[in-house]
């Protein structure tokens, strides 16, 4: 059940929230990407691990991005937006986006085709892992579809350029909606709307506008507040435990997320969702860091957790949190961890570690 924004419910589902049990009847079918640099060694772990969690994948995997742009002319081919609507479930490694000239990002495309309008990205805390917080438990709704994202730029005679910023009131109340409804059912206590409404008053104050409205259908169950991007972010590195449920535009939901990666460890262990009606992707909050590819060096952690998401999202609670409870476990011993958590670890080797577990019900 959903709630429109004067709070009453309505039939419009709110997609990946209270997911139903599966009845783990057959396999299910999962459209595995994975991606360039770091990625396929990352989706290759994360494979293994989500088929040691007890729960049966189908996985059908297809390519995008450079490699497939060269063969065929276009980075993110129809059968790969086919195979995710069929499946309804993804999960992705990162793909490289040339700067500045070359194809539009397939990220930012993926998100955009498939109407995922709802990135979230939970961030926290994990013990053991030496950081300046050790309780930090936040979580980022990012708007995912529109905002300066939307790629309409142009430039504007030899010397000045100009990308247009889309913020409307639809897509504004639907991400609030969706913030609002994660806290209720994942028994959250505050939202908090992330803008520059000083400065866009029109654009940005739109998006607060939005917010508002749909806030104030749940007053009296879950506090909102509203906070300038900037003194955001001073105060999530000071103060991240005044802070709950975030719900950004996507430009600061993109830059707001690494910088809250950081307060708990880094990119290595920050994992996301895009979340729509029609399907769902999961990938971490990190690229494809180049320089690390092919080197069995970067950390699965974050793609693993994104699998731990995914488990939620098709109903598989249980496997889920022993997924999520096993790679917490391994970091917290902190023997087989990869070098951006201060161990010498390969990729694979984490991997191992955690199969092992998974696979021993230890
Ligand atoms: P990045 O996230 O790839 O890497 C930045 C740095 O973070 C790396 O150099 C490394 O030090 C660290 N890091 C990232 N992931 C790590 C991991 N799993 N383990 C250990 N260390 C890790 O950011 P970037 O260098 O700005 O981007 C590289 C490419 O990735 C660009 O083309 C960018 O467009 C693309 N990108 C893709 C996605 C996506 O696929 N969703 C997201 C962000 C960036």
């Known amino acids: ?37 770091i990625g396929p060694e990352l989706a290759e772990a994360t ?18 991005g450079a490699a497939v742009m060269a063969k065929e002319g276009t980075p993110l081919p129809q059968r790969v937006l086919d195979s995710i609507l069929r499946n309804k479930v993804a999960i992705k490694g990162p793909i490289t986006t040339p700067v500045g ?7 930012v495309a993926l998100r955009q085709t498939l109407g995922l309008y709802a990135n979230l990205r939970p961030v926290r805390s994990i013990p053991g892992l030496k950081t300046r917080y050790d309780d930090v438990d936040l979580v980022i709704v990012r708007e995912n579809t529109e905002d300066l994202y939307a790629g309409i730029e142009h430039m504007v005679g030899p010397d000045a350029a100009e990308s247009i910023k889309i913020i409307t009131r639809a897509a504004s109340e639907r991400i609030a909606r969706y913030a609002f409804e994660y806290a209720v059912a994942n028994g959250r206590r505050k939202v908090t709307a ?21 806030a104030a259908g749940y007053e009296g169950k879950i506090a909102f507040e509203d906070r300038i991007v900037d003194n955001m972010c001073m105060q999530l590195v000071q103060k991240p435990e ?16 690494d910088l809250c990666a950081g307060l708990v460890g880094g990119l290595g262990v920050a994992p996301g969702a895009n979340i729509g009606p029609d399907a769902a992707v999961f990938e971490a909050v990190h690229g494809s860091a180049p320089k690390y590819a092919g080197l069995n060096k970067a950390n699965p952690t974050a793609l693993m957790l994104s699998g731990g998401l995914l488990l939620r999202h098709i109903g598989e609670q249980a496997a889920a949190e ?3 409870g096993v790679v917490r476990a391994v970091i917290a011993e902190g023997r087989t961890v990869t070098y951006d958590l201060g161990g010498s670890a390969g990729t694979s080797e984490f991997a191992d570690a955690i199969v092992a577990r998974l696979e021993s019900g230890a």
Not at 14 to 30: E, L
Not at 242 to 257: A, E, F, K, T
């Open 242 to 257: 005044l802070y709950d449920v975030l719900v950004l535009p996507n430009l600061y939901g993109d830059i707001v997320s």
């Open 1 to 37: 059940m959903a709630f429109d924004h004067t709070g009453e419910s309505r039939n419009e589902a709110i997609p990946g929230i209270a997911a139903a049990a599966r009845i783990p009847a057959m396999a299910q079918p999962v459209t595995l990407i994975p991606g360039d640099g």
């Open 101 to 107: 000239v070359g194809f539009r990002s397939v990220n």
């Open 194 to 214: 992330v803008h520059k409404a000083n400065i866009m008053k029109l654009s940005d104050g739109l998006f607060l506008e939005s917010c508002r409205t749909i």
């Open 322 to 324: 022993r997924v999520e």
């Open 47 to 64: 494979r293994r691990v989500l088929d040691a969690s007890g729960v049966q994948f189908d996985w059908e995997v297809l390519d995008a």
